[in-house]
């Protein structure tokens, strides 16, 4: 069974900053690509950024984030965080991450295993 939850989401001014967390537990994560998405009503999951779990680390980031957020991994920890600073409204979503199987690292379809998301709301 592959859980992942996600925290530290919450409410922030603009131009602030939150760091969120995606601990994950069941089977190992060594092999695999993680990924946080956003959401909000009515449209589909928005890639945000996305990083390899082995040896040799690659990120990924879509260009609305770029510059201002920043994808690591603690591996002894199996957690992803997501570290968003700058933030905007627009970032308003629920934060979601996943687990990538086949397919594209910025396309949702792509991923196997989701979280339940944490909600980050930034006023103006």
């Known amino acids: 069974q592959v859980q992942l939850v996600e925290s530290g989401g919450g409410l922030v001014q603009a131009g602030g900053s939150l760091r969120l967390s995606c601990a994950a537990s069941?089977?190992?994560?060594?092999?695999?690509?993680m990924g946080w998405f956003r959401q909000t009503a009515g449209k589909e999951r928005e890639f945000v950024a996305a990083i390899s779990w082995s040896s040799g680390t690659s990120t990924w980031y879509s260009d609305s984030v770029k510059g201002r957020f920043t994808i690591s991994r603690d591996n002894a920890k199996n957690t992803v965080y997501l570290q968003m600073n700058s933030l905007k409204p627009e970032d308003t979503a629920v934060y979601l991450c996943a687990r990538k199987g086949l397919g594209d690292t910025i396309i949702a379809s792509s991923y196997d295993y989701w979280g339940q998301g944490t909600q980050v709301t930034v006023s103006s």
């Open positions: 069941g089977r190992t994560f060594s092999n695999y690509i």
